[in-house]
């Protein structure tokens, strides 16, 4: 019996969403911390591109390691999911930090409207509804990845091999 190169699919789409969740909490917290030592205007630059390319390239990596679309799909959805969580996480912990120091929303810069108390500022991201712009973004990242992560893993197959068609 062989032993195996690479885990099983599971353990491969567990460990990968992990990775892009942390990934995404880290590259939040350094990007929040610079911005708010500068008197920049916000993260949202950062949370919409930086994590559609984290979950591409995990989808990328479980579909070409497998040659499954499948498993890329459900890797790629999976880190999108870990790195919403950490997302909505770091916002709502950093935000109370830029609500302190600067009197506006972490996200977007802007300065409330009214009174504000933690409550608010951890659901910032769906009270203002740009969670839909996140999603909206990030989904075709997966879907892409995914497909191009099937392309390469069929590549890759040796002549006569047969690849599973899912894991």
């Known amino acids: 019996m062989a032993s195996r190169l690479w885990p099983s699919a599971g353990t491969m789409t567990a460990t990968l969403a992990l990775v892009a969740g942390l990934l995404v909490a880290a590259v939040l917290t350094v990007t929040s911390r610079f911005q708010l030592a500068d008197g920049g205007s916000g993260v949202l630059l950062m949370t919409v591109?930086?994590?559609?390319?984290?979950?591409?390239?995990?989808?990328?990596?479980?579909?070409?390691?497998?040659?499954?679309f499948r498993s890329g799909l459900m890797a790629g959805f999976s880190a999108l999911v870990a790195s919403f969580i950490a997302l909505?996480?770091?916002?709502?912990?950093?935000?109370?930090?830029?609500?302190?120091?600067?009197?506006?929303?972490?996200?977007d810069g802007d300065p409330?409207?009214?009174?504000?108390?933690?409550?608010d500022v951890a659901v910032n991201l769906f009270t203002t509804g740009m969670w839909i712009g996140h999603v909206v973004v990030w989904v075709p990242g997966v879907i892409l990845g995914a497909a191009i992560g099937a392309w390469i893993g069929a590549r890759k197959a040796q002549p006569g091999e047969v690849r599973p068609l899912t894991t």
């Open 49 to 68: 591109p930086v994590p559609a390319v984290i979950v591409l390239l995990v989808a990328v990596v479980s579909a070409s390691v497998t040659g499954s």
């Open 88 to 107: 909505a996480a770091m916002l709502a912990l950093e935000g109370l930090t830029w609500m302190e120091h600067r009197g506006v929303f972490m996200l």
């Open 112 to 119: 409330p409207r009214g009174p504000v108390d933690p409550a």
